[in-house]
């Protein structure tokens, strides 16, 4: 796992970001352990505060879950609930990214590819 330690993105949100996308990849299964948040924290060298909170957030959407005593583990069961906030969220940005690219004299049709190319690619090339 690596975490862009130049991006203006909260590290927090950097892990919650990679482990869903291992999770769709199939990189990380179902019933899975991960690292203890004191050894992901010694694995990207960063404060266990920062992971605690990325494991709590995931728990949270039920990503994963914490075996006391035994240790964390990918749910058997992702949430598929749709979140009203998240996709709330997840509609700001979009306008604020249609606005930049508006800006830019991106059109709609080159957009439009952009996300379609997206998803047919899926979470792994998303820097493409």
Do not use: C
């Amino acid at each position: 796992m690596m975490i862009d330690k130049t991006s203006a993105k909260p590290y927090y949100e950097q892990i919650i970001l990679l482990i869903k996308e291992r999770v769709l990849q199939g990189i990380l299964k179902p019933g899975e352990q991960i690292p203890s948040v004191r050894e992901m924290a010694r694995q990207l060298m960063m404060n266990p505060n920062t992971v605690s909170k990325a494991y709590k957030l995931l728990e949270v959407q039920g990503i994963i879950v914490t075996v006391k005593g035994r240790g964390t583990y990918i749910a058997e069961h992702q949430a598929t609930d749709r979140d009203n906030g998240k996709i709330a969220q997840l509609k700001a940005q979009l306008q604020e990214l249609v606005l930049e690219a508006v800006y830019l004299n991106v059109s709609e049709a080159e957009m439009s590819e952009w996300l379609t190319a997206q998803f047919e690619r899926g979470p792994k090339d998303a820097d493409n």
